[in-house]
């Protein structure tokens, strides 16, 4: 099962996370068939908001902040 996450400004929906902390990115569409981009990306990354009027750029860690850690 895997979690979406949506841009800190507009809410749209951005990418999925799996459980094991990969980043699923899937985007576009032909007929019928699979995404023309369907990308699995591992560590933390800067993405724009895909949305043409927005464009925010969101930071998303591999590593969740973890306060209680020392």
Known sequence: ???FIFCEKCGKKLLSRL???IWVF???KREGSE???DM???GSLRMKCTRRS???PNILHFF????DKE
């Open 35 to 37: 995404p023309v981009v």
């Open 40 to 42: 699995e990306i591992m």
């Open 26 to 28: 899937k985007f576009g």
């Open 1 to 3: 099962m895997s979690c």
């Open 19 to 21: 459980p094991n902390g």
């Open 54 to 56: 927005c464009r925010h």
């Open 64 to 67: 969740p902040n973890n306060p």
